[in-house]
């Protein structure tokens, strides 16, 4: 039902049709207008109508082209820049639907999504042995937007973040980080598609590692076989762990994991092993000294034993002069006291003649070296541990050897220079050139 006909209602309805009947006019007569007058009565209509000659479309900025200059200062007018360069498909570009799709007016694929990528990119999976889990089932747009995208290689997140749509974020593992992993990215090591190798790394481990790596083995003689087989990871976390080094255990059970154990049910532990301090002397990867020692022997055993040999030593034993410890001790665990390999005097033959053998008579103290030698150095000759009066005084009371005839003109010398000290053919252990003075046959026979 119509409103009545007021004199309100008659006002409105007589500037509606006024208005219609101006834009009609206003077209007729554009119609027959020249462009400038098509301009001005365009604009007095609508707002926003561009230029003759101009475009209301957007247009993407040309790298390429000069800049433009300033007209008052004549230097180059700065160009605010592009928010985003999109990165578009080739045949999406081209409006080359049925490339991929089986008309240009339907979404239906060619084929399955993996297939129709694959006719064109042959080379992400030809003839590789170990593949993505996306590219092998073909789900190429779980990664890549088929048409464009902001990022480079039509991928739908940038660097990383794609990589953790789907794994873990590695990084979460421990507060130790690998340098190479947090400030890089996943691509710097992995293949995205398909590779050779293990864990889709584009090199082999020991490869991938070198690229950062490459000092460990360089001109070392001796090379831990782990290092140099290229088993990095059989000791390392490659991008993040709860221990210094990313060792993935403890330095001890690290070692242990090949190196049987050294200690067992030996008795005497040597301090760092038994704390599994074994980087205190060994190198992991690579050393020019044999045992991947981190120095000498000589030079690692005095980091802790810096008073073998004496300060004062007057006689030094050959193999702690040569700084051949290990001649005479077990380095990391013995069933001997003071890690020695051998008790003695069974330890002194590897070296000295075993005089002990053939002696008709021999000292009763000849079976303890030590009891009158010092094993490293002494002060005096013959690594004696005091002078030989005082070594020989310590079991012979000096009022028993003055009650002997043959003592009565040797106080005061040597013993050694009538006795032999270990052996001899009678048993007061003459030496022959005291049994050839006169008297001497007497007081040996008594």
């Known amino acids: ?104 007016f339907s979404q239906k694929m060619l084929g399955k999504p993996g297939d129709v990528c694959f006719t064109c990119h042959k080379d992400f999976r030809l003839g590789m042995k170990v593949k993505h ?159 991947l020692l981190k120095k000498s022997v000589k030079d690692t055993c005095a980091d802790c034993h810096d008073d073998i040999p004496a300060k004062n030593a007057k006689d030094v034993h050959q193999p702690v002069g040569d700084g051949d410890c290990l001649a005479c001790h077990t380095p990391h665990a013995a069933s001997n006291k003071n890690f020695l390999k051998k008790t003695a005097p069974t330890l002194c033959w590897d070296c000295h003649d075993n005089f002990l053998e053939k002696a008709k008579f021999q000292h009763d103290v000849v079976e303890d070296c030590t009891g009158c030698h010092k094993p490293h150095s002494s002060a005096g000759n013959f690594l004696l541990a005091k002078d030989v009066l005082k070594v020989c005084g310590d079991c012979h009371d000096d009022k028993d050897l003055k009650a002997v005839k043959g003592h009565a003109a040797a106080e005061g010398k040597s013993c050694v220079v009538c006795h032999d000290p270990h052996v001899g053919v009678n048993k007061f252990l003459l030496k022959a050139s005291a049994l050839s003075q006169p008297g001497k046959e007497a007081a040996a026979a008594k």
Request: glycine share 8%; proline share 8%; with cysteine.
């Open 1 to 104: 039902m119509n409103p009545p006909l007021t004199k309100a209602n008659f006002r409105r309805r007589g500037c509606t049709l006024g208005g219609l009947a101006g834009l009609v006019c206003g077209v007729m007569i554009l119609a027959g207008c020249t462009t400038d007058s098509k301009q001005k009565w365009l604009t007095f209509f609508f707002d926003g109508v561009p230029q003759p000659g101009a475009t209301n479309a957007v247009v993407a900025p040309d790298t390429h082209r000069p800049a433009a200059t300033n007209a008052v200062s004549g230097s180059p007018a700065v160009a605010p820049p592009p928010r985003f360069q999109l990165d578009v498909h080739p045949p999406y570009a081209n409006r080359d639907c049925t490339a991929c799709h089986e008309s240009q």
């Open 133 to 291: 889990d996306p590219v092998e089932a073909g789900e190429c747009t779980s990664c890549h937007n088929p048409h464009q995208s902001v990022n480079k290689k039509l991928l739908i997140a940038k660097g990383n973040a794609l990589c953790l749509t789907c794994h873990d974020d590695p990084l979460a593992a421990g507060p130790v980080k690998h340098a190479a992993v947090e400030s890089g990215e996943c691509l710097d090591c992995h293949a995205p598609h398909a590779t050779n190798f293990k864990n889709l790394l584009k090199k082999s481990v020991k490869d991938t590692c070198a690229e950062c790596h490459d000092d460990l083995t360089a001109q070392k003689k001796y090379v831990h076989q782990p290092v140099d087989d290229g088993d990095c990871l059989e000791c390392h976390t490659p991008h993040a762990g709860k221990l210094k080094h990313l060792l993935k255990k403890p330095v001890k059970e690290t070692c242990l994991s090949c190196h049987d154990d050294l200690i067992g049910k030996k008795k005497y532990v040597h301090q760092p092993v038994g704390d599994g301090e074994c980087l205190d002397c060994h190198n992991p990867h690579a050393s020019k000294i044999k045992g």
